[in-house]
């Protein structure tokens, strides 16, 4: 009688692979939101979409937080702190800063390094998949991204322009933040089974909002008439904050609920060898978003970048498969 369990994992990665993608998908729109409200500024961009994700993630535990309250420990509530600062709230402040500054495209391409980082800095030495397995896949995510920023930092490099180069600064800093929230989240996850998916994600957003609010009520207190200043001489384009809302809102719901889950349950399913891989889809889905915006196709570099950064997950999936169907030493 055959082994069950090679098809039972095989199943279980496919569920996290899906995941992965779809959590990508939404996570890409992330990348758009400040070309869609370019007159609010990075601060006013974070606070709006964690703390409606902080509303949203109450309303739907409000039904059982009695008894999710109650699993709480001190190292669940640390974790949750710590990740949502890291995670969420840093993290999306540089990568706003990044947009403005250098564009969605040189931003979600160095975010597009996360597949290697994550992957390398959080092998641990019982993954099942050997480092070796997964160097050629990872030459090929790596050489797509360097195929795309040729363009993009040669761009840079002849402009002089330095408000560019500062935004790459910062989009390096949301990769940092991001790849070790990556890390520590899934090994979390895969250590705590008490919390599930959605419970941990509604935690996450309820913590995340709880931060936002307060980090915002200080920073009106001690530089409220000053922000009210310079929003008042601003010159740019009209503050629509009924539109801000709405964005924020979907934003929170469809990025950080939603695509947080997916991101949980693909965390669950998946070592951090092959999870890692799957961030790729973010900056797959943030280029597509931005071609839309943009009105345009995507250029030939774009397109090999895009080729070898598919090609790269789809063997590091296959890696994974393959030794999936292995019985464990």
Known sequence: MPDPKPTERRKTMGVGVLCGLLAGALWGMVFIVPKLLPAFSPWELAFGRYAAYGLIALAAMLPRLGRIAAKLTRADCLALTRQALAGNLVYYVLLTFAVKLAGVGPASLIIGVLPISVTL???????????????????????????????????????????????????VGALACWTWYAIDNARFLQNNPNFSSSEWSALYGLCSGLIAVALAALAYGVFGGRIAHLAAASGGPARDWTYFWCVSA????????????????????LPITL?????????????????????????????????????????????HAAQAQEPPH
Request: charged share 15%; aromatic share 8%; glycine share 10%.
């Open 121 to 171: 800095l959080g092998r641990r030495a019982q993954d099942r998949v050997p480092c070796r397995k997964l160097l050629l896949p990872l030459a090929l995510v790596a050489l797509g991204i360097a195929c795309i920023n040729i363009d993009l930092f040669s761009a840079v490099a002849l402009a002089g322009d330095g408000a560019k180069a500062l935004g790459v600064t910062f989009a």
């Open 250 to 269: 979907l934003l929170a719901l469809g990025a950080s609920m939603i695509g947080n889950n997916l991101w949980n349950i693909a965390s669950r399913r």
């Open 275 to 319: 999870s890692g891989q799957m961030i790729v889809f973010e900056t797959l889905f943030a280029l597509l978003y931005g071609f839309i915006h943009d009105h345009r196709w995507p250029r030939p570099l774009e397109f090999c970048a895009i080729a070898l950064l598919v090609s790269g997950v789809a063997w590091a999936v296959g890696a």
